[in-house]
């Protein structure tokens, strides 16, 4: 299974998960919250990341469940 980040966007008024690469979202949801909870589950199972985008698009937040791409320093 390839490990692909998941990508949580706004969609209309709602916001849809996105696998990275993807068309075609993997879910659509009214609330952000529902929609990270789904990334967050298909990133845990396939030790990839979440990537959560504000409104404009920006990126709000990011999340590794697997090898972590940006481990701490230190």
């Known amino acids: ?13 709602g916001w849809a998960v996105l696998a990275e690469g993807r068309k075609t979202a993997s879910v659509i949801t009214t609330r952000q919250s529902e ?3 789904y990334a967050k589950d298909v990133a845990k199972k396939q030790r990839s990341e ?19 791409p940006y481990p701490p320093e230190g």
């Open 50 to 68: 979440v990537i959560i985008h504000r409104r404009d698009g920006r990126i709000r937040e990011r999340n590794s469940y697997g090898n972590d």
């Open 35 to 37: 929609a990270i909870s």
């Open 1 to 13: 299974m390839a490990r692909k980040s998941q990508h949580v966007v706004p969609l209309g008024n």
